[in-house]
């Protein structure tokens, strides 16, 4: 069984910083890609950023305009988000998930809260 489980979120002032970590576990997992999400109050689910496992391939939303920086640490089968200069609208809860690489995500966590405040 795989489990994911973030971690890193929190309050920050508009302007600030945090950093997200997700890790994937499983007796013999090894993902495909692992990507980031969220989901504001009142709003659709939607995708944030994503990396290949093999290549460090990354895939970043057009809104983020080079503001979230997403790493992977493969020894210990976790992703990163590093979220710079955030805004209120980055409030959120921030879902981490892992692909088998089958075209979907297979594997999601429960969430962490990202609140940045005015």
């Known amino acids: 069984q795989v489990q994911v489980v973030e971690s890193g979120g929190g309050l920050v002032q508009a302007g600030g910083s945090l950093r997200l970590s997700c890790a994937a576990s499983?007796?013999?997992?090894?993902?495909?890609?692992m990507g980031w999400f969220r989901q504001a109050p009142g709003k659709e689910r939607e995708f944030v950023a994503a990396?290949?496992?093999?290549?460090?391939?990354?895939y970043y939303a057009d809104f983020l305009k080079g503001q979230f920086t997403i790493s992977r640490d493969n020894a210990k089968n976790t992703v990163y988000l590093q979220m710079n200069s955030l805004k209120p609208e980055d409030t959120a809860v921030y879902y981490c998930?892992?692909?088998?690489?089958?075209?979907?995500?297979?594997?999601w966590g429960q969430g962490t809260q990202v609140t940045v405040s005015s």
């Open positions: 499983g007796r013999t997992f090894s993902p495909y890609s």
């Open positions: 990396i290949r496992w093999s290549d460090s391939n990354t």
């Open positions: 998930a892992a692909s088998t690489g089958n075209g979907a995500y297979d594997y």
